[in-house]
């Protein structure tokens, strides 16, 4: 996923005034662990089982332009879980609290967030990280991209060693760790293993493998046979399809959900069957409709197969 690591720009909050309640009916972050979906278990409070998401990024300019108003169109569509990019950690706690407000009344869920180092990192950074996700109520921080210096495999390892420090960190909080993989992550590290096989062997099974699939298929991996050979830990999966480009240059991550070459049938049934997946988030890049448009056409396709 190619997220920018630059300031968003600022976030209109006028909508925030028909949030029902007053600063009593804020959300507060609760010290105990919160429970996590499981796949096999009951929804979590109003949630369908393994719900189906919308990773914002797939809304960015409108996010920027307008975060409330942005929720309310994304839950209108028929998403019942956001997931927040990276930008969010510049957020102040009571800030985070209104959005946290807004989902409720909404009816939204946020269960994972994407992160930079900052938030693996212990300390000030971390501690931040942890309130924040604790008040949008997540169950994941995720890393969306590795730092520059995790570069062969002596990186790789002292990164991998931060990550799993960073989950025995977050676990008493109600919270664990994640990875994202990109191209990059299929690519061989040493001899024939891959760096996602490498952080896959090197983090504890607490720490989450999330699936960005259309990276995975681009690089011809098998997304299906990942997840078989990772049970349990595919508990987070971005619903990204994508097709060998052409001419016109419209096609690669530009095709929306279910226009691809992905072998959908065969990886859901892997994800349900042995890899975990608690929830799933639809992700774009960008297509030929708008940011809105683009989300609920997605959503529409992954509703007709899932009937």
Sequence with gaps: MSKSHSSPSSISRRNFLSVSGAASALFLAQSGRNPVLAADGPAHRGLTKRPIGLELY?????????????LETVAKIGYEVVEFYAPYFEWSLPYAKEVRARMDDLGLRCLSTHNHIESFTP??????????NQILGTHYIVMASSPGWAKGVEGWKRLCG??????????????SAGYHNHQAEWAKLDG??????????????EFVLQLDVGTCVETHSHPAEWVKANPGRIKVVHLKDWAPDDAAHDKGYKVLFGEGVTPWKELIAALES???????LMEQEGSRFSEFETAKRCLDTWKSMRA
């Excluded at 300390?123 to 924040?132: S, W």
């Excluded at 931060?162 to 109600?174: K, R």
């Design 58 to 70: 797939s809304v960015r300019t409108e996010l920027a332009r307008d975060l409330p108003k942005t």
């Design 123 to 132: 300390g000030e950074t971390m501690n931040k990280a942890i309130e924040l």
């Design 162 to 175: 931060q990550l799993s420090q960073a989950t025995e960190q977050l676990l008493p909080h109600g919270l």
């Design 192 to 205: 024939d293993q891959r760096i996602m096989e490498f952080i896959a062997t090197n983090t504890p099974k």
């Design 274 to 280: 042995v890899g975990g997946v608690e929830f799933y």
